[in-house]
């Protein structure tokens, strides 16, 4: 075999293996997070769906659905990863250029995570959760055969029907925003602009609800932390609080007891019931934050407030600091690449440092948005319950944290959070090369969470002011009525 025959084979071979290996890692990093997923959707998951006692068809269907659920979740957690586990990767290049042993982590496994995301996503979003649900809904037609097959049929054309339903709304929509020549020639071409133009739509609604969500999410997360941890307190007796409480409720169900064993005594002993409610958890409470040592109670609370704070003021001079540079160089504008060149330059000035930042400041504001989404009135309905979640509910939770997820990494780069540019099809989005969108997706994530951050922080200085010198059990000003004949 001539020698450049020889080295051409051995280039070939080295491509194979690298394919291989980049396989291998795919398909355990998405075995995890399978496995990760189940579990958590089995500890909130209904188990009378899934009992064989009453109908076996009816639990084959749903743990069929279950399995499409958990494979969903997977995906959006691997979204929420895809970003961090990027930037980690480029600064473990940076600092082991040369090592050996994590050769394999390069920009070709990189770039094909990004790809096997956006594919899972589209895939998830369009077809496997629609077909989850109308599967669960679905009883066969009529006059057919019941059976799982008749459940796939029905389930299938009534897909089929949605799917052309939305082709064709895309159809409309894309011919009104583009009358033109090339604009009508791509109208025919399904997989080049159908398909992007509609995830481009989902990506656009789903960082509007992390914009919407995320605010939101950082004040309900201040209040969480208030009631998850011990507060301290100024000017205050815990001892002599506690006494108090405990006389109090004595006093209450004495009260109870002798209402009770008395018929000349007229008492409400169900408005006494609830006051002796409130009274033992208002008891249990105080017994608790007695307790906490004095490390905990002066010290954990003050540290994490402060945590949150620093977090979210970090990240609001972020945006700031981003929005003069979209004024200033369009460079700064979110951008598509092909190719990740991992291992050359930091994506941020300050180093390992910064980079570490950006993953926690990623992070936190995905469990920020999180956080928002189920505590706004619209989804509420949607927190699941631990043992006591219907499928359906499921279906819903895998996507809507779907949506959410798969649009952070555009999110967390709109916002100047990272430098780390949008590899493959997510940087093909229409609206990112749209300098008012953008600009006003800055300004308005700044303005909200400044607002939330400034609205929650002063109530909060304010209770704990007017609850540290008593002000609190002071009676409200009751305004005086005038008389019939006085005028104003």
Request: aromatic content about 12%; charged content about 15%.
């Amino acid at each position: 075999m001539a020698p450049v025959e020889h080295d051409a084979l051995a280039v070939r071979e080295q491509l194979f293996h690298e394919r291989v290996r980049e396989c291998i890692i795919c398909a355990l990093l998405f075995a995890s997070l399978y496995i990760l997923c189940h579990f958590i959707i089995t500890h909130f998951k209904k188990q009378t769906d899934f009992a064989a006692v009453h109908d076996d068809e009816d639990a084959a269907v749903n743990r069929i659905a279950l399995g499409m659920c958990t494979f969903t979740l997977a995906v959006a957690l691997g979204a929420v990863l895809l970003l961090p586990f990027s930037i980690i990767s480029n600064e473990v290049l940076l600092s082991f250029p040369h090592n050996y042993y994590i050769q394999w982590l390069n920009g070709s496994l990189i770039h094909g995570l990004w790809n096997l995301v956006f594919l899972f996503s589209n895939m998830s979003l369009v077809f496997l959760m629609p077909f989850a649900y109308f599967f669960t809904e679905s009883e066969g037609f009529a006059g057919s055969k019941k059976g799982i097959m008749a459940r796939v049929y029905e389930t299938s054309v009534v897909l089929l029907l949605l799917t052309l339903l939305v082709l064709g709304m895309v159809w409309v929509a894309s011919a009104i925003v583009g009358n033109n020549a090339a604009s009508r020639q791509s109208l025919y071409d399904l997989w080049e602009y159908y398909l992007p133009y509609l995830y481009s739509c989902i990506s656009l609604f789903g960082v509007l609800l992390l914009l919407l969500c995320t605010p939101f999410g950082l004040s309900t997360m201040f209040t969480v932390t208030g009631k998850l941890l011990v507060k301290p307190r100024l000017l205050e007796d815990l001892d002599e609080q506690l006494s108090c409480t405990r006389f109090e409720e004595a006093a209450v169900s004495r009260r109870i007891t002798s209402g009770k064993a008395s018929c000349w005594l007229n008492l409400n002993v169900g408005l006494l019931r609830e006051q002796l409610l409130a009274i033992q958890s208002k008891r249990r409470k105080l017994e608790l934050r007695h307790r906490a040592s004095p490390w905990q109670r002066n010290l954990g609370y003050p540290l994490a407030m402060l945590g949150l704070l620093a977090l979210t003021g970090i990240s609001v001079l972020i945006v700031c600091f981003h929005v003069l540079e979209l004024l200033l160089d369009d460079a700064a504008m979110p951008r598509g690449i092909q190719d990740a060149p991992l291992g050359q330059v930091s994506f941020s000035i300050f180093g390992t440092f910064g980079a570490a930042l950006q993953v926690i400041l990623i992070f936190y504001l995905m469990l920020s948005s999180v956080v928002g989404f189920y505590s706004s009135p619209l989804f509420t309905r949607l927190l699941p319950e631990r043992q006591d979640t219907p499928l359906t509910k499921i279906i819903g939770n895998c996507v809507s944290l779907l949506v959410l997820s798969s649009a952070l990494p555009v999110f967390s780069r709109t916002l100047g959070i990272t430098r780390f540019d949008l590899l493959g099809d997510f940087g093909r989005f229409n609206w990112l090369g749209n300098f008012y969108i953008v600009f006003l997706y800055n300004m308005g994530f700044a303005a909200l969470t400044t607002l939330c951050l400034v609205k929650k922080v002063t109530w909060a200085v304010q209770e704990e002011l007017l609850r540290a010198f008593g002000l609190h059990k002071l009676p409200l000003p009751v305004p005086r009525s005038r008389p019939l004949g006085e005028r104003c």
